[in-house]
Structure formats: structure tokens, C-alpha cells
């Protein structure tokens, strides 16, 4: 017995030593594509040494001597922290996901092919500027030295993600970072998803007077009629199951209502104490890790540049110069349109145009699949634009039989000149002269926030298309293709998209809300992503006199849920204060508890509090009982909750409250029954989540910061290591944006915010701030991995200062290229 005892722990240690062993390569193989950032380097490319001074929060400082020497720098360090990153996101424009990953991720290429990102990406590099032309040339050969580096030096492949994944990387050409901008557009776009929602909802629905109340326009003058989509394409069945795809965080498509957000403001001098103008802006993208952002500053031959980038785009995205600062927003620009295109039934190859039939535009492409034959697929495009599968976006569950859809969308143009304008926007000098340079800008739109000494401003950028009066949905549901009124009629004027410049109250902002109200086709939208922030907003800047940095940060920082406020006293009316008692234990007990603790709270999304997780889980309860029998499976796809649609019904407004009743039902319920069955069924759900006691309760624990690995983010063991999960404050619908999943087991996760937060004062411009969510470095064994995590969790910021002396003092390494 002793013998094999001895041997069962020569065994066990044996393994333990294999297991220690095989980690320790691991850590070995995957520490030897680390970065040293102390350094001289000779590489070929450059005209005149380049130096890299990374601050102590490892914020690369690039100095040159030429400009496109400066870009070279930040490729170079771009490649330096996020190679890996940077090589997905060119794998996914190209739609060559598939030679790695295999056939899970088929349809993310499928769908990229047919959309050509990639190829009219690179087609666009002959309309750039010389200017941009010499800085992206010049950034993919920083790019290509880095990768030379790791060559020659086997510096573990660059990214420890490469020994676990055969993903050659082929030299960086500068219309790949065109392409990153274009697949940004494709990240930032909604309203094709809108349009499908829109036109299924509008089948299933028996009055379609109630399509205004689950998809209510943001209040403002009303619009004209929609046409019915049963009218349009009659024989189509109420609700038609679309394909369920593979679930992949590498899919650049959105969900609904996470496709963008973002917050900004400024403030002018009269209304700054300091005297200057202030900005503060933090985009909203979904949650990576790393993160999408990386911050650094260049030194350009008209002055310093400081701000948030993105990794193979040689251009400050949102930033400041010592003269300019600027900031991005989604506009919501209604710039997609679905079109129905009829198939000519004698030749499928052909399909109906306002002249008669044409052939499709077509060639082959062929997808490679890791382990698996290679597949050809037939790209098509109409006029209106490239057919899309019907598998994605649930298009085929409104695509009559012997048609198929395509997509016109302004970010689908071989003469995009965005780059140009964001490469002049950091060279610019004033609100007046940025706003000239902007016109340039394409896709994705944005409102551009604008500060310079003395002015603020606001513009919408990106293309406008022309749409004729007579279009037959406004843009709002799929369109017959073959009619000349459904179609674009190219680009309407610069002068038209919406502009606000040195504004009488010396306020100016955007969080998403709808910034204007005009006439189609000059409408801007229809979809805006923000009715309820853009309440609190108001209320933050007009309670002071005078702005400061710190109030602003105050604002970006603020959880208030306007909408909690709001809503609460609609929907709780008949059960507040009842007096009912009732024993411990029991439901009931636990809805009086609950009311007595809604009753006493000011909305504060806090994640040490109990009261948001009782109120979010009421809110979400009662929208899935108002929708679940009028639209049956579909009510699925809406995950979030809509608090226009639950005003209007517990307001009445128009009949809404008609959506308490259950059709199904033989009683007449009231939204008085809704409200209490709802919150019974939250504190039932939360119960057996949570646990019963609901003092004890803390947002933070349903509401996690999910920063994961798009790639290793869900393999056993390992996602502890890469993933970042934080408990959050803030909700859907407070200016500390954190937007929930809304789906799952954990339907309250916070998967979509700021990943960017900036603050400039022009009063004292070296006193500006800034964060990311996560850190510079994408390696998970960097310090710099995460260590901007915990600051930007806790509402803390970084130094943003242009003074090289300060970036010196605490450089964590100096890198020098010198000419080969």
C-alpha cells in the first residue's frame, strides 16, 4: 500500500511539474513579444531620427523632424502595443476571418465581401490629399518596420495571440487605414436594422396606428403617414424566422441600439469661469479588450496634437491641439436605405430598374476556411447597391420570394476623402476653418463638437443623401428598388447638414438627441439615440452660471437616470403607499419592500445601491409583458427597454394604454395589473439571481464593465487573465452611459460606453484630461494591459499636456529611430 501510494504522489508530482513547466513556457514564449520601449533602432523609411517618449501613464509623445516622419512613429507604436488588434480588424474588412477561425466565423466574410469595405477603401487612396497621401504611406511604413523588427529579432511573433492562431500578417498598405475607418462605419450604422425591425413589426401588428407606440418618434411636429410594408409587398407571411447565425465577438455588426453613442459639450467663454472655452466628449463603442481607443500625442510641424486614436488610423479621432479641440458624437444621420429589387423571372441574373431590366454587376470571390474546402461566392451589386445575403439583419423575413435586398449607404463610395479631413482637422486653427475642412468628411457622420479660444460650434458631418420627395417610406422601411422615387439622387449640399456657431447662451451639446426638426428629405433622421440624457443635461449646465473643468467632468461622471424619475411615478402610480401588509416571506411582502425603497429614491444609479437593479428589472419585466402577446416571437428583438413606449402607454397617448390588455386573455387587465404582475415578476427573477433579501442588493453586481477579449475572451481559465470586468455605475439612459446587454442570463451587463472620456480647457490648455477604459497596451501580460481600468472605473483621468518637458520627467522609455 505505501509502494503505491509513493508512486501515486511521484505521479502527481510529476504532472505538477509538467503543468508548471508547460505555464512557464507559455509565460516565456508570450513575454518575448513584449515591447521594450527603451531603445534605439535603426530602420529603413525615415529621413531624420524619430523619438518616442511614452509618459508614465505610457502615452507615446512622437517627435520628428517632418511630419510624415511623425506618422511613421505612431504606426511604428501602434504596431509596438497593438498588432494583434490591429491586424482583426484589417482581417475583418477584408472578410478573411475564416482562414483562421474556421467556418464560425463564414458569415461575418460573406458579408464583408459582398460589401467591398476593403476594396473601395484602397480605390479611395487616389482621392486623398497629398498631405494624407505622404502621412499614410508613411504610418504603414512605420507599421512594416515594427514588423521587420519582429522578423528579424523573433520577438515572439509580436502578440502572444499568434502562437495560438495561424494568422500570418502581411505588410501594412495605406489603404488599410482607410478600411478601418470604413469598418468603423459599418460598427457605427443602425438604420439598416431599424428599417427590418420596423417593417416585421409593422406585419405582426393587427392596427397599425400602435407601430408608433414600441417605435415612437422622439416627440417633436409630426410626420407623414407611413405606408403599410404589407402594402408594399403584399403575400408576405406576419412573422417569418430569420437564420440564426454563430455568435462571435468578432462580428462587426452591432445589435440594435448599440451601434453608437456618445456624449459632448462645450461651453464659451461667457459661461466658462476661467475664462476659456471648455469641451468635454467620451464616445460610446462597445466594450474590448483592449480597448478601441489609444492615446497619443504627435508633434506636427504647425504645432502638438494630443487625443484619442485608433490603431492603424494615423489621425487624432477626438482631441486637442494648443489652438483647437474637438469631438465626436453619433449624428444618426438617416444614411442607409434597404431596397427591394425584383429578379427578372426569365433571367435571375437580371432584375427591374426604373428603365427596364440589367444584369448585376457580379463577380467571384473566394472565401478560404481554416480545416475546411474553400467556398465562391457570387458578389452582386444593383444601382442602389451590393445585394446582401438574406441570412443577415433578418432580411429574409421580409424579402418577398423572386426578390432580393440591397443596401445604398454612403460609407459604400470609392472616393471617400474622410481620411483627408480628419488628417486637415488636426492642422486647423479655428471653429470656422474646421467646419470648411469637414465637408470632405463622408462616413460615418458624426456631429464634429468644436472649441477654439474664443468659439464653440457644432456640425454634422459626413454625406447627406438626396432623397426625393416622393420616396415612398422617408427612408423608414425597405422600398421597392425599381422605382425612381425610392432611389438616391447623390449628395445633398455641405450647407445643409445641421451647424451651431457661437450660439447666444454659450452652451452647446449632444447626447444622441435630436438636434433639429426639418422637413423630409432634410430631416437629418428619424432614429436618434437619446430622448431621455439629453433632459438631464439640460438641467447640469443651465444650473450653473459659469462651467469649469471640473463641473464638466461633474456631468460626464453624473448617474442621475432622468428616466427613473420620469417613469416611476407613471408606472407605480396605483401601488405607492397602499398601506397592504403582508408576512415575511411572501411576494407580497417582498413588492411592499420594494416599492418602499423605490419610493425613497432619487434615481441615482449607484452600483453600491439596491434600487436600480429593482427598478431596471421592473422596467424590462413590464416591456416584455405590454409586447409578448401582440408580438409574439419578435418581442425578442426588442432587448432594451423603450421609455418613450412606456409613456405613452401609462400616459394614454393616443390609445396606448390599449397594450395592458392581454389579447389572449378573456379579462380586460389595466396597466395597474401590468405594473404589480411586472414588478412581481422582476422580484422573482432577481430572487433566484440575487438572492431575496433586497436591502442587500448592489447594481454593480448585475451591471459589469465587460471589457472582454474579442478572440480569447471565453476560453476556460484563460479569460481570467484577459478579460477586465469591472462593477459599474450608470445605466442606458444616464450621462455615464452604460449600456446594457439586455439579453441572456445576465441581461444587465454593461457592455457599451465611454471607452474614451476627454476634458480641455482652453483657459489652460496643459490642465486638460483624459482616459481610456482599459490601457495602451494590448498584451494581457503588459502592466499597461489595464492599468487605466481602475482610474477610469472611479471617474479619474490622466494628464493631457502638449509640454514635453512633463511627458520627459516620468517617461517610462525613450525610443529612437534612426535611419537605416
Known amino acids: 500500500m505505501g509502494l503505491v501510494f509513493r508512486w501515486l504522489v511521484r505521479i502527481a508530482t510529476g504532472l505538477i511539474l509538467l503543468i508548471l513547466a508547460a505555464v512557464g513556457l507559455v509565460y516565456f514564449l508570450a513575454s518575448q513579444s513584449l515591447p521594450t520601449y527603451n531603445k534605439t533602432v535603426e530602420v529603413a523609411g525615415i529621413n531624420a531620427p524619430v523619438e518616442i517618449v511614452r509618459d508614465t501613464a505610457n502615452v507615446p509623445h512622437i517627435l520628428a523632424q517632418t511630419d510624415p516622419d511623425v506618422f511613421f512613429g505612431l504606426g511604428y507604436a501602434h504596431a509596438q502595443d497593438r498588432l494583434w488588434q490591429m491586424t482583426m480588424l484589417r482581417r475583418t474588412v477584408q472578410g478573411r476571418l475564416s482562414e483562421v477561425f474556421g467556418a464560425r466565423t463564414v458569415h461575418i466574410d460573406k458579408l464583408l465581401r459582398r460589401l467591398d469595405l476593403y476594396g473601395l477603401a484602397h480605390r479611395s487612396f487616389d482621392v486623398q490629399d497629398d498631405y494624407t497621401k505622404a502621412a499614410l504611406q508613411a504610418y504603414a511604413a512605420g507599421v512594416n518596420a515594427r514588423l521587420d523588427e519582429i522578423n528579424e529579432m523573433a520577438l515572439g511573433r509580436g502578440a502572444p495571440e499568434m502562437f495560438l492562431f495561424n494568422a500570418p500578417v502581411s505588410p501594412w498598405q495605406p489603404g488599410d487605414s482607410i478600411a478601418v475607418i470604413k469598418l468603423m462605419a459599418l460598427q457605427l450604422s443602425g438604420h439598416l436594422q431599424d428599417e427590418v425591425l420596423r417593417a416585421r413589426t409593422s406585419l405582426m401588428l393587427d392596427d397599425p396606428q400602435r407601430l408608433t407606440d414600441v417605435l415612437p418618434d422622439v416627440p417633436g411636429p409630426g410626420i407623414a403617414a407611413l405606408p403599410e410594408y404589407a402594402h408594399l409587398f403584399p403575400n408576405l407571411p406576419r412573422f417569418a424566422s430569420g437564420t440564426v447565425l454563430p455568435e462571435t465577438p468578432l462580428s462587426p455588426i452591432s445589435g440594435r441600439g448599440l451601434s453608437g453613442a456618445s456624449n459632448a459639450w462645450t461651453a464659451a467663454p461667457s459661461r466658462s469661469a476661467s475664462g476659456g472655452t471648455l469641451l468635454a466628449n ?102 442602389n447597391g451590393p445585394v446582401l445575403p438574406g441570412t443577415h439583419y433578418d432580411l429574409e423575413t ?136 439629453v433632459h438631464r443635461w439640460e438641467r447640469l449646465m443651465q444650473s450653473r452660471e459659469v462651467h469649469t473643468r471640473d463641473s464638466f467632468i461633474e456631468a460626464q461622471l453624473d448617474t442621475v437616470s432622468f428616466t427613473a424619475r420620469s417613469l416611476l411615478p407613471l408606472v407605480g402610480a396605483d401601488l405607492w403607499f397602499t398601506g397592504e401588509s403582508a408576512p415575511e416571506g411572501t411576494l407580497e411582502r417582498q413588492r411592499q419592500i420594494a416599492l ?11 452600483e453600491h445601491l439596491p434600487e436600480p437593479l429593482i427598478y431596471a428589472a421592473w422596467l424590462r419585466a413590464l416591456q ?32 396606448a394604454s390599449v397594450w395592458c390588455d ?44 465587460t471589457h472582454d477579449h474579442t478572440v480569447l475572451g471565453k476560453v476556460p481559465l484563460l479569460r481570467y487573465f484577459v478579460n477586465i470586468r469591472q462593477s459599474t455605475s450608470g445605466g442606458d439612459n444616464t450621462l455615464l452611459r452604460g449600456r446594457t446587454s439586455g439579453e441572456g442570463p445576465d441581461p444587465f451587463q454593461n457592455v457599451h460606453g465611454a471607452g474614451y472620456r476627454g476634458v480641455y480647457d482652453f483657459a489652460d490648455p496643459d490642465s486638460s484630461v483624459f482616459i481610456t477604459a482599459t490601457g495602451q497596451s494590448g498584451h494581457f501580460l503588459s502592466r499597461y494591459y489595464d492599468d487605466q481600468a481602475q482610474l477610469w472605473r472611479r471617474g479619474e483621468y490622466i494628464p493631457m499636456s502638449l509640454d514635453i518637458g512633463l511627458a520627459r520627467a516620468a517617461a517610462v522609455g525613450i525610443t529612437l529611430l534612426t535611419p537605416r
Open 398 to 533: 421580409i424579402t418577398p420570394p423572386g426578390h432580393v435586398a440591397s443596401l445604398s449607404w454612403t460609407a459604400l463610395s470609392a472616393r471617400d476623402t474622410s481620411m483627408t479631413a480628419s488628417m486637415a482637422l488636426m492642422n486647423a486653427v479655428s471653429v470656422r476653418q474646421a467646419i470648411v475642412i469637414a465637408e470632405d468628411f463622408i462616413a460615418p457622420s458624426q456631429n464634429l463638437s468644436l472649441v477654439d479660444k474664443e468659439t464653440i460650434g457644432m456640425k454634422v458631418i459626413g454625406a447627406m443623401p438626396r432623397r426625393d420627395l416622393n420616396n415612398q417610406s422617408r427612408g423608414r422601411i425597405p422600398t421597392p428598388g425599381w422605382l425612381a422615387r425610392n432611389r438616391w439622387q447623390g449628395r445633398l449640399p455641405y450647407a445643409d447638414n445641421p451647424e451651431f456657431v457661437a450660439p447666444v447662451g454659450g452652451v452647446l451639446g449632444n447626447t444622441n438627441n435630436k438636434v433639429i426638426d426639418r422637413p423630409f428629405p432634410l430631416h437629418v433622421s428619424y432614429e436618434w439615440g437619446d430622448s431621455q440624457r
Open 624 to 655: 416584455i409583458r405590454l409586447i409578448s402577446d401582440e408580438l409574439g416571437p419578435l418581442a425578442t428583438e426588442f432587448k432594451h427597454v423603450e421609455p418613450l413606449f412606456i409613456e405613452r402607454v401609462y400616459r394614454d397617448i393616443e390609445g
Open 662 to 705: 392581454v389579447e389572449q386573455s378573456a379579462p380586460i387587465e389595466n396597466c395597474t395589473d401590468m405594473a404589480r404582475l411586472a414588478l412581481d415578476d422582476a422580484l422573482i427573477w432577481i430572487s433566484e439571481r440575487y438572492g431575496s433579501a433586497l436591502e442587500s442588493l448592489r447594481w454593480g453586481d448585475a451591471h459589469q464593465a
Open 596 to 606: 418602499d425603497l423605490l419610493a425613497n429614491w432619487n434615481g441615482e444609479m449607484n
Open 282 to 383: 467620451d464616445p460610446h463603442l462597445g466594450f474590448t479588450a483592449p480597448g478601441v481607443w489609444y492615446l497619443a500625442r504627435l508633434e506636427l510641424a504647425k504645432g502638438g496634437v494630443i487625443g484619442a486614436t485608433i490603431p492603424g488610423v494615423p489621425a487624432v479621432m477626438a482631441g486637442r491641439s494648443d489652438r483647437l479641440g474637438w469631438g465626436l458624437t453619433s449624428s444618426y444621420l438617416d444614411d442607409q436605405d434597404v431596397h427591394i429589387e425584383k429578379l427578372n423571372p426569365e433571367n435571375p441574373e437580371e432584375y427591374l430598374t426604373p428603365n427596364g431590366h440589367q444584369r448585376f454587376r457580379a463577380r467571384p470571390s473566394i472565401i478560404e476556411i481554416k480545416d475546411e474546402s474553400p467556398i465562391t461566392l457570387t458578389l452582386r451589386w444593383t444601382e
